[in-house]
């Protein structure tokens, strides 16, 4: 099973940028899909992004379409979260998810219960 651990968090002025990244070992072979997720306190996981293994195909949650983009690099076995003019609102604790159910189309799962694997998580807090 593949296990995945976050790194790069930590504190950010408004306008700035972060770059998370999820490395993954294990048996990465037959990992549909990575998400991110972040839980803000007080509230629940929400889906920020998602990515195909081999597919490349990515999606999006509209709070952070144009400023977000989740990428991989299969040689690193590494996905990446780079985040670009983050705001307050972005403060949570960033986690990574794998998941091996295959969707049809170009669907990618957007809910925590479809992900199996998570990371400890990450956290990124952003100062106005």
Known sequence: Q????????GLVEAGGSLRLSCAASGSTFGSYAFGWFRQAPGKEREFVAAITWNGGSTYY?????GRFTISKD???N????QMN????????????????TEYSGNYLPTFPY???VWGQGTQVTVSS
Do not use: F, M
């Open 2 to 9: 593949v296990q995945l651990v976050e790194s790069g968090g």
């Open 61 to 65: 949650a509209d709070s952070v379409k």
């Open 74 to 76: 299969n040689a690193r």
């Open 78 to 81: 590494t996905i990446y979260l």
């Open 85 to 100: 003019d983050l705001a307050p609102e972005d403060t949570a604790v960033y986690y990574c998810a794998a998941t091996s």
């Open 114 to 116: 479809q992900y199996d």
